[in-house]
């Protein structure tokens, strides 16, 4: 199995040169919604599908190489479940997210991280409004309730 270490190394190495729609690099995000995985108690397993989290949705990393990879089957179960499909509706989405045993944790963190006001802050107000949107409804969805989870 990979560990947490090798496992961070091949995410920044995947989502190298790769910035968020503020400019910065993405790879500040992966730590973050890692190290909020950490930090809401979530285990290994969580922590490494956090650093992995949007590799296959973004084609960082294929879904041939998950699925061959040194991971348990949990945290590429996980990676999976927070993979988006194209033209997916949302509630498909978080029903899969719901149905998947840790991913919920992994989502939680990650939508803090998006969600937060400074780091929306930086982008234009089009983009805030819709993203806020977004994110309010998709925590809806998930039934997470928006302040407590930041």
């Known amino acids: 199995m990979l560990t947490l270490a090798e496992v961070e190394a091949l995410a920044r190495a995947a989502h190298e040169g790769q910035t968020d729609k503020a400019g910065r690099p993405y790879t500040e995000h992966l730590r973050a919604v890692a190290e909020g995985v950490r930090s809401r108690g979530g285990d290994a397993e969580q922590i490494a599908a956090a650093w992995l989290h949007d590799a296959v949705e973004d084609d960082a990393l294929s879904e041939d190489w998950l699925r061959g990879a040194a991971l348990t089957d949990r945290t590429r179960a996980i990676v999976l479940a927070l993979t ?47 993203l806020t ?13 928006a302040p407590q989870d930041r």
């Open 84 to 130: 988006k499909r194209p033209g997916e509706p949302p509630e498909t989405y978080a029903s899969r997210i719901l149905a998947t045993p840790g991913a919920l944790l992994v989502k939680q963190s990650d939508l803090a991280h998006n969600a937060n006001p400074a780091r929306l802050a930086a982008l234009d107000a089009p983009t805030r409004t819709r």
């Open 133 to 145: 949107e977004k994110y309010a409804r998709m925590h809806a969805l998930l039934g997470l309730t």
